[in-house]
C-alpha cells in the first residue's frame, strides 16, 4: 500500500494532466524536497512491480508523468496513435488568459497574478504555440514579454484580440497595472 505522500503525488499527476518538476510537485502538495522525492521513488517502484498499464516516468528534462508501459503500444495504437492530448489544464488556461488580456507581459507578472510559479504551464504553452515571445522588458535582468499568437487566434476562433470577450470591471481592476508598471491582483 502506497504512503498518503505517495497518494497525494500520484493523485496531483493524474488532475494535472501535465509533467511536473519536482519543486512544482513540492509547492502543490506542501511536501518538502525530501518527501517528494522519496513518494516518488515509492510510486516509481509500485508503478514497477504491480504490473499496471502506467509507468512513473522521469522525463529528460526532469519533469514526472504518468505514460502507458510500452507493451500495450500497439494494443493503444489504433486508438491514441495518432492523436495527442490537446486539451489544456484549467492551470493552462487561466495562464493563457492571463496573457491574452495583459499581453505583453513576463512570466513574473503571470506569477503574481496567478498567486503560484508558472514556469512549467509558460512553457507549455510555448510548446503549443498558444503564446510566443513578443519582446524583452527593459528592466534589470529584460525578461522576455509573452504575446498570444496566430495559432491562438485561430484555435480559439477570433479574427484578432479584440474579438476576446470584454472583462467585467472587477476582473479588470486583476488585470490592471499600478503605477509602477506592475501588476497587481486584489485576492
Not at 492530448?85 to 488556461?93: H, K
Request: aromatic share 8%; hydrophobic share 35%.
Amino acid at each position: 500500500m502506497l504512503s498518503t505522500n505517495a497518494q497525494i503525488i500520484e493523485t496531483v499527476l493524474f488532475i494535472e494532466n501535465e509533467a511536473l518538476e519536482e519543486e512544482r510537485i513540492s509547492e502543490m502538495t506542501g511536501l518538502d524536497d525530501r518527501e517528494v522525492s522519496h513518494a516518488l521513488s515509492e510510486l516509481e517502484k509500485c508503478y514497477k512491480e504491480e504490473g499496471h498499464g502506467l509507468f512513473l516516468k522521469q522525463n529528460e528534462d526532469s519533469t514526472w508523468n504518468f505514460s502507458p508501459v510500452p507493451e500495450l503500444y500497439d494494443s493503444l495504437r489504433k486508438t491514441y496513435g495518432k492523436k495527442v492530448d490537446r486539451r489544456l489544464t484549467r492551470a493552462a488556461l487561466e495562464t493563457l488568459s492571463i496573457v491574452a488580456y495583459t499581453q505583453p507581459v513576463t512570466r513574473k507578472e503571470i506569477d503574481h497574478i496567478r498567486g503560484v510559479a508558472s514556469d512549467t504551464i509558460v512553457r507549455l504553452l510555448r510548446d503549443r504555440e498558444y503564446i510566443k515571445v513578443v519582446g524583452r522588458k527593459d528592466v534589470p535582468g529584460h525578461p522576455c514579454l509573452y504575446g498570444t499568437s496566430r495559432k491562438f487566434l485561430f484555435e480559439f476562433g477570433l479574427h484578432s484580440i479584440s474579438d476576446l470577450p470584454k472583462l467585467s470591471d472587477i476582473d479588470r481592476m486583476r488585470f490592471d497595472k499600478n503605477e509602477e508598471g506592475e501588476l497587481f491582483n486584489d485576492n
